[in-house]
């Protein structure tokens, strides 16, 4: 191609960008929107992912230790916990940090306590945290079989409904996005076949003139690619604006939810959604064109 | 330059255009198609540029078989032609001077080159003055006007017009055939379908009629012979 | 039927198309509109039915002001008028017949008398053969001539045809003289913009003579006057 | 309006819809997914807040009693309860009770009761539900003020992050469904308005020929009406397929979810989604008419 025709493809793509003024806008509104409802889903579907992922990775198993065993033997089977495959974390805490921790947890019912006097009921015990939640079920069974271990616990109950909660946020969460993300392709490019379909005298009008296809075909290409990409810009500005706000908002009044942080998130996400909506436009446009080459 | 053996035109809804049309035309011709209202004059003229593919029979135009050609080949075949069409078919978001110079952008030529080509062409259908506007803003006898003008910009081999004078007064009709006979004069083939009398009568050319799809009369100094 | 005072015509792209100009139509008249390309004719033609609007002056087309009608009264208007566009203005997913009922439909003419004066208007242009077909499926010829049926149809007041015979063969373009000949004894005023010597020299009708904005001629019985 | 010109605007809607295949499709199915996402999230969001209400009407005052109060004194507040504004329930619960369902939440720590022996250090108790969640906290320190009353606890923390976190599922969802409604609508119009744009010369050519607005504008709005309820049923149908089998899978592996029963509320939902396909498939083709009658 000569560096002319392609200055010729470049002033073709804006001067039809300014004729078309309305198909043009409806392009590109349409990009924006659906950028940024699926923008917005996968920011929220990535959050309570992360969520979820947060929550099993606070998921441990506490052994009970037996009141019999030994310092030595205390650290023999600290080693031997971390030795074992998929172990992260071991956590010794004593009868007396125990003690400690349940009258926090007994809150309002500290009464009771003083009815304990001086004995301290509570057994040594090991916190162990996994590499991946699916491996609780596996060492839970094997570490209670070791010397000195009284039994090994996580909450059989709560832990699996915490996990189908969180399979169902996954899986819903990528069924989610996968469907708005052909949603907003075929909306997309909906609109964008209703554009060419528009034109379709004019594509045939240069065929006739002998036009081959690229050469019609180029301008359609970068206005369509011009469009998507300015559209997934507005989605972009909107997202991130709506996204740093939710952060703030959400620092004051809800800290305890575990957000993901600004950065590099909003970038890979502004990243995905500026290239998805370059390549819809231009490939929106490019299939549309399609039929109307056809003459 | 064109060579037409048995061809036969029924269309999709039934309606045949031509039955068993063959015509042989030489470099430099200058051909009339004549013929009522309906007859398939449109019809003969479009399988010229393959707007429509014959339903038999062979056609070849300067050298190239059109029946059989690439999909990929016909822009070229087009290039080679200048084509006036019965209803125009400008680019209605295109100006004037940028709908004449769309014919040069295609097949790629220098600015320079394009710039004095359309100013010339547009000079001689007397439109320089409007090379500003667009098509919808031209009455209908200047976008004819137009239309040649961007039939001829790239001097082509076969000039091929369907009613180039259908919207003009007599005066601007003759300026056109002129324009037309210096075109032919200096090597191009023409092809033209016309009811105006007056024109086919004068010019002393090769006149093709044709009648319900067939040819009736083909004669190399013909008249237009159907009587007012 | 038609007054116009000191009309002028300035398009919004700055092209003077009409300057001054002053005619009175009476009911029953033929007049012949005439003059080159891009003299003003079809500017002429379209202010009647308030496609465009003058930039100054007064008309009145059948007693209405046409400059300063509601825009709820046009519709109105345009129905006791005929209507043959310059580019035929077939609506393209209909097919011939609804195209020429589609005139009778906005009127809510009753549906026996739609076909029978549908079918009627379609012979008397030669085409009820046709009636079945989309206008694409047309040659320009036949596509001018579904343009008049759907124009007499309903027997309007005022007819106003830009050309009707550009793209007709003079045989044909007889045919359609004829008719109109019929409609004008029936009472109908006619107007008609035309390039067509022959017919206009014939037909012994009032010629306006228009060039470069201006009328040049207005004679009771002219004749075509530009000589080819 | 004659019953044949009715007729004709019948016949003319669906000869249109039959040659404007592409355009049809375009906009019907444009309107079926907008829709149906826009279904989605109300699906979503409306369960979102059943399940926060039923979190929240879970909430109440625990009201703990002095051991000196006499079982008159506790008919006494329990009546006391009963008549303060916005009470819905009162439950009394008595020491023993309270050591049963202790025992119960202790569950690990069972070991620990065993150092009590015989003594049983809780208190009587009245459990106390109210109207609304806002109501607790006016409540609370009134009761406290009671004589023979210890202390009112009502988990303080725990209860503002929920009420936080519900207030901001509702804002957020009915921020989250008016945007998308929005967001819907404008896609949706835009489509129609392209369709429409693609036939302005129709529209024009039949002005020319002396139809009123009206005259044209009916047949485009029975199109949208048309094309608007079919892609909406689309839509609703995809919608009751998803939501029954999302329920059934709930009842197997999820019945701790509080889910929202599928009638009358898929009907509800339903009936919604309906209306607002027709509105808009007309609203569409009306509004984006106007431009093109102009002539
Ligand atoms: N929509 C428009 N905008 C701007 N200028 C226009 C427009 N329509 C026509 N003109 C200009 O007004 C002048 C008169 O045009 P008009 O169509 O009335 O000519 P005409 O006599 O009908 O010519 P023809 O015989 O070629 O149809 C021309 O110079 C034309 O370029
Ligand atoms: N696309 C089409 N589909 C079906 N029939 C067609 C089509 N185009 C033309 N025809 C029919 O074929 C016949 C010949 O048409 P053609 O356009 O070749 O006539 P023409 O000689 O150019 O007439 P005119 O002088 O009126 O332009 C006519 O009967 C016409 O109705
Ligand atoms: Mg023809
Ligand atoms: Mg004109």
Redesign the pocket.
């Known amino acids: 191609m000569r560096l002319r025709t392609l200055e010729y493809f470049v002033r073709e793509t804006f001067s039809s960008i300014r004729h078309n003024g309305l198909m043009g806008f409806a392009s590109m509104s349409t990009v924006a929107l659906s950028l940024l409802i699926l923008g917005l889903f996968l920011i929220m579907v990535l959050n309570l992912n992360h969520m979820a992922s947060t929550l099993e990775s606070q998921v441990q198993i506490t052994v009970y230790l037996e009141d019999s065993v030994s310092n030595a033997g205390i650290t023999r089977l600290a080693n031997e916990f971390a030795d074992m495959e998929g172990v992260k974390k071991v956590t010794y805490v004593d009868k007396k940090q125990a003690m400690e921790r349940f009258k926090q947890r007994l809150g309002e019912q500290q009464g009771l306590l003083t009815a304990l006097e001086n004995t301290n009921p509570l057994p040594n015990s090991f916190e162990i945290q996994v590499d991946k939640p699916e491996r609780i079920k596996m060492l839970a069974p094997e570490i209670s079989e070791l010397p000195g271990v009284e039994n090994a616990r996580f909450g059989q109950e709560v832990v699996e409904q915490l996990f189908t909660l969180t399979k169902i946020v996954r899986i819903g969460g990528v069924v989610l996005i996968l469907f708005l993300a052909l949603a907003a392709i075929f909306i997309i490019a909906n609109t964008i076949r209703l554009t060419v379909f528009a034109r379709r005298r004019e594509v045939s009008i240069m065929k006739y003139v002998g036009a081959t296809d690229w050469f019609i075909r180029w301008p359609f290409l970068l206005e369509g690619m011009v469009l998507g990409l300015a559209g997934a810009f507005i989605a972009v500005l909107l997202l991130a604006e709506a996204y740093s706000a939710l952060l703030s908002q959400a620092q004051a009044t809800l800290a305890f939810l575990p957000l993901i942080p600004r950065q590099p998130f909003l970038t890979q996400v502004s990243a995905v959604l500026l290239a998805s909506g370059t390549a819809i436009g231009a490939l929106g446009s490019a299939i549309s064109l399609r039929k109307f080459l056809d003459v | 330059m064109i060579i037409m053996n048995n061809i036969s035109k029924r269309y999709p809804n039934g309606s045949v255009a031509l039955t068993n049309i063959n015509v042989h035309i030489s470099k430099g011709e200058f051909v009339f198609v004549v013929g009522p209202s309906g007859a398939g004059k449109s019809t003969f003229i479009k399988m010229l540029f393959r707007e429509v593919l014959p339903s038999s029979g062979e056609l070849f135009v300067n050298g190239r078989n059109v029946v059989d050609m690439e999909r990929s080949e016909v822009p070229y075949l087009r290039r080679s032609l200048g084509i006036v069409f019965q209803d125009y078919r400008l680019l209605p978001q295109k100006t004037v001077h940028d709908n004449v110079a769309f014919a040069m952008e295609v097949i790629e030529a220098p600015y320079r080159e394009i710039q004095k080509r359309v100013n010339h062409v547009l000079d001689l259908v007397g439109l320089r003055h ?1 090379a500003r ?1 667009y098509p ?7 976008q004819q006007r137009i239309a040649i003008a961007r039939a001829i910009v790239n001097n082509p081999v076969l000039l091929i017009a369907d009613e180039p004078t259908g ?1 003009l ?1 007599p005066d601007t009709s003759w300026d056109i055939m002129k324009i037309f006979s210096r075109v032919n004069r200096n090597g191009t083939t023409i092809i033209m379908a016309t009811h105006d009398k007056d024109i086919v009568d004068s010019m002393n050319k090769r006149v093709i009629a044709v009648e319900n799809g067939t040819i009736v009369r083909d004669e190399v100094k013909g008249v237009y012979g159907y009587e007012a």
């Open positions: 409007k506007v919808g803003e031209l009455s209908g006898g200047e919207n007064d």
